[in-house]
């Protein structure tokens, strides 16, 4: 496994697409990947935070839409109802994540994702 600052530079967009290929499989069968790279990610790296929603359904079309990859859904409960929440990336710094927020889509943008510390992300997953 490596970083993407560890990754050499010119195989970093065959991983993008590869990761965009796994997320298509993994959706079709039904769903993106269950979150256990939540769990296993370093606390400190960031993912995005591009929605939450009370349909599950509804974020997975969207992740693979806009083919997000890697991209997480985790259940958790606000104010006594289940919601689901979409992350995707994994990104060294929130400054990184935060510069490919300014590459997204102007639909995804307009729903003002946000850098989201994986240490925070593990302590909603697993309450």
Request: with cysteine.
């Amino acid at each position: 496994f490596w970083t993407r600052s560890e990754l050499p530079p010119e195989l970093y967009p065959l991983l993008l697409r590869r990761r965009a290929r796994m997320c298509k499989r993994n959706t079709s069968r039904g769903g993106l990947p269950p979150p256990a790279g939540v769990t296993q990610a370093r606390p400190a790296r960031s993912p995005v935070q591009q929605g939450a929603g009370r349909d599950r359904a509804v974020l997975e079309r969207l992740a693979t839409r806009h083919t997000l990859a890697p991209a997480w859904i985790y259940p958790r409960t606000i104010n006594g109802q289940p919601w689901f929440v979409l992350v995707f990336g994994d990104f060294e710094t929130p400054e990184q994540a935060r510069r490919a927020i300014g590459s997204l889509p102007a639909e995804l943008r307009a729903a003002k994702p946000w850098p989201k510390p994986f240490g925070q992300v593990q302590k909603e997953a697993n309450p």
